[in-house]
DNA sequence: GTCTATACCTGGATAGAC
DNA sequence: GTCTATCCAGGTATAGAC
């Protein structure tokens, strides 16, 4: 097998496992089993369970980049792409009530290891913020734009969350409803300024 | 020393360290050290790891409760014991920006390494959701209470959670005036239907 | 590139002296 | 009750054959 694909299955592998299972829980046995390599093939790839790590965070930042940009789509709102945002909760939520955010999770665990990787692993959660300031600044509401992306970040997470704790429940939907009609209000907001500004 | 002096010892160094550096990662080692006992002697007090967990996350319930109970004095009313309920993330903040919410993070480790106190963690929460469910029916929003409750619980959850991960921020204060400000609604509500219900 | 074998360490847990 | 000594499983990492 060509050293590239080899070395994104291990990535690929490990994504998914230091999700489910959390970073340090997930030993080189449990990827290599899913890989079906050696233990001892790691170390051709990867100098250590770090590196694995750091990888799989810049996967991570290169996904969450692409559903981005793959939001930017002819004629779509700064509105509509926030909700996009607000529905990531939804698309993904059965894997979220079994093991919550990857983003929120990871982070976590890393500040808890006082892990070098926890500063790349924060980068996840500023593409997000970043990109929500943009939005709302589009939208017209530039005073308060990281102000409400942290806001809504902060919604996200916790009802991330909650419905990991309790995932039995309808709550995950009607937070998203809440959260949708929260954003009508700096959505009308924005038109009014608009208004203004072209009288 | 006593053997129950020892015993609690042990489960306080234990509850503080599983806060800081996650349980998984805390080994008796770790333990030992701050409670400045041998590692052997631990299996007098408990039978195995697991065991010092249930006994942290017995202690952590009994603490919340107490906490609960002393919330509740003389003429104090629903809206006010609500409030010392936001108030945590602000009397906690340091710890939160550090380690995030005790509760939340446990919660989430546990639910990673599919561990068998998992249910135990997830009462912690159950204790502040009926307590807020009580509370919301107090003030007069029995038919939604419990769905506040959750909400609250999330909000709570979410700040801590961005407040881990951008400790440097004014954030979280603002956030805190946030949920007053949405609880004054809800205070509002109950007072109009009392006023319906008296006419 | 991938394997097997193995070194080395740390972690939880046990046995038995004191 | 607390200690020391020790066991054993599992983890990361290395060496070297193929």
């Not at 004629?75 to 983003?103: H, M, W």
């Not at 409803?177 to 608009?194: D, F, H, N, P």
């Amino acid at each position: 097998m060509s050293k590239l694909a080899t070395r994104e299955k291990i990535v690929e592998a490990a994504d998914a496992l230091f999700y489910e299972q959390g970073y340090e829980h997930t030993s080189f046995a449990d990827i290599a089993k899913t890989v079906a390599i050696s233990r001892g093939n790691f170390y051709y790839h990867f100098k250590s369970k770090d590196e694995i790590l750091d990888a799989v965070i810049d996967v991570r930042l290169a996904n969450t980049q692409l559903m981005l940009d793959g939001w930017e789509v002819e004629g779509s709102s700064p509105a509509e792409r926030i909700r996009n945002f607000i529905y990531i909760l939804k698309t993904n939520q059965d894997k979220i009530k079994r093991y919550g955010c990857p983003v929120g999770t990871l982070f976590s665990e890393l500040a808890k290891l006082n892990h070098s990787a926890q500063e790349d692993s924060r980068s996840i959660f500023s593409l997000f913020r970043s990109w929500l300031t943009q939005q709302f600044t589009l939208l017209g509401c530039e005073e308060e734009a990281d102000e409400l992306a942290m806001h809504l970040l902060a919604r996200s997470q916790g009802v991330a969350t909650m419905a990991n704790a309790f995932p039995d429940e309808a709550f995950l939907d009607q937070e998203v409803a809440q959260m949708c009609a929260w954003l009508e209000i700096y959505v009308a907001r924005g038109k009014s300024k608009q208004a203004k500004r072209q009288t």
